[in-house]
């Protein structure tokens, strides 16, 4: 298989990224789940590491990097057993900046988000009302002289706790005011540590994640802090997706390979009727089925990364490879579980643990049902469904 391939290029950074993550075990995690604390620690190293700044272009200070070698980290996090969630925004929530702000705005922020100086890793589009139709979003930023005044409610804004900045989507004029519902929508970054009127309430989940709901009641933005121009905000919003969804697909297919790993270690070692598991055919079947998904899988991650880096837009494979990926990595999860029988339940396997957080990729940071209908309007031209 070639580099192209499979985005198994990237060596050095590949191994860097696992020696980094090696300081990172099990138990390291599995202290954290059980608090529901947030892993400053491994954060932190990767930041100094540079890793997280991995996109942003070298005259911002990053590193300039495709998004096949960010892919590449991603995947080498969670194939090591530890969990990106808690930082992958950081490498490209700064995307809607760098292709839409001005570069007043880009010098400002870029260098500091690229040294670690300034966290930007929440990103707060969802509302508890409207879902998944991004255009029903109730929160607003009025204008008032020099600056923009929020007012609103959004929910499961991960890292919000966590992040300096954050990326906002609010309603700047009514959802009739233009042709398309999505109009008037705009996109604003809010300086956390000065913003009176703004309360973060943690939620707790089924997996570790520090998200959040976020209450706006009052909270002034500079004027100046409005990325590109009033009322686009959804259109830079959804240029920032593709590589979110190429991300995430990359993550996905680490953490299926760390579960077909553990599933054929297990199985060629665990011995029951004296002989070993992984000898008969309905322990080895799910293994090689979820070996031969999560190969095909990341294909689709690959080829999606390919387009992306030359410069096209591949909607499509982009959805395509999150979905497939994420499939995958959730049939590799319950594949594991199953091959390691009642230890597949215990906290220090750390499976349980992977199981749960890799669940979440059904359904963030897009569901697997609305990238069907993507699919289904845009590339099959059937009738758009909602
Ligand atoms: C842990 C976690 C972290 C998250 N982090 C962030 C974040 O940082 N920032 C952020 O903005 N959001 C975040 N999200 C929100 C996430 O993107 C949404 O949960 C997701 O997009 C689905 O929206 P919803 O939960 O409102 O589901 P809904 O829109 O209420 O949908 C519920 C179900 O109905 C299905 N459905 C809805 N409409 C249709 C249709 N027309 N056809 C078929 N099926 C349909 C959906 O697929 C879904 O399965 C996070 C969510 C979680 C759980």
């Known amino acids: ?29 599995l202290d954290l789940d059980r608090r529901s ?3 400053g620690d491994f954060v932190g190293a990767l930041t100094e590491a540079g890793f997280l700044a991995a996109l942003i272009p070298e005259a911002y200070g990053g590193s300039g990097l495709p998004l096949s070698a960010a892919a590449a980290i991603m995947e080498e996090i969670q194939l090591s057993g530890c969990n990106g969630a808690a930082c992958h925004a950081q490498m490209y929530i700064m995307g809607v900046l760098l292709r839409h702000g001005s570069d007043e705005q880009k010098s400002r922020y870029l260098p500091k988000i690229a040294s670690g100086e300034l966290r930007l890793q929440a990103f707060a589009v969802t509302e508890p009302e409207s879902g998944t139709d991004t255009a029903s979003i ?18 499961w804004t991960s890292r919000a706790e966590h992040s300096d900045l954050m990326l906002l989507l609010a309603r700047t004029s009514p959802m009739d005011s233009g042709p398309k519902r999505t109009d008037g929508l705009s996109v604003l970054l809010l300086d956390m540590r000065e913003a009176p009127g703004l309360t973060i309430r943690p939620i707790r ?10 209450f706006f009641d009052g909270v002034e933005i500079p004027a100046g802090n409005l990325i590109g121009e009033e009322g686009k905000g959804f259109r830079y919003l959804l240029s920032g997706l593709n590589a979110e969804r190429i991300l995430i697909g990359a993550e996905c297919i680490g953490d299926a390979r760390w579960f077909i790993a553990k599933a054929v270690a297990y199985a060629n070692q665990r011995v029951v009727f004296g002989r070993p598991i992984g000898q008969n055919q309905g322990i080895q079947f799910p293994i090689a089925r979820a070996y031969a998904e999560t190969e095909a899988a990341a294909l689709m991650v690959a080829k999606a990364a390919r387009l992306f ?6 909607g499509a494979e982009a959805n395509m ?16 579980v199953q091959t390691h029988g009642g230890f597949g339940f215990a906290e220090e396997y750390g499976i349980e643990r992977k199981f749960r957080e890799t669940r979440l990729y059904q359904v963030a940071p897009i569901s697997t049902n609305l990238i069907l209908t993507y699919i289904a309007e845009h590339v099959l031209g059937l009738p758009r469904s909602y």
Not at 138 to 155: F, S
């Open 1 to 29: 298989m070639s580099e192209d391939d499979d985005f198994s290029g990237h060596g050095e950074i590949r191994d860097a990224v696992r020696d980094l993550c090696s300081g990172f075990d099990d138990s390291y995690w």
């Open 37 to 39: 604390a947030y892993p």
């Open 138 to 155: 109730r929160t607003t930023a009025k204008r008032d002289g020099d600056r923009y005044v929020i007012q609103g409610q959004k929910i």
């Open 205 to 214: 989940t089924m997996m570790n994640h520090a998200t959040t709901e976020v």
């Open 309 to 314: 880096d030359a410069g096209e837009t591949p």
């Open 321 to 336: 490879a999150k979905m497939l990926a994420a499939d995958a990595s959730w049939h590799a999860a319950d594949m594991c």
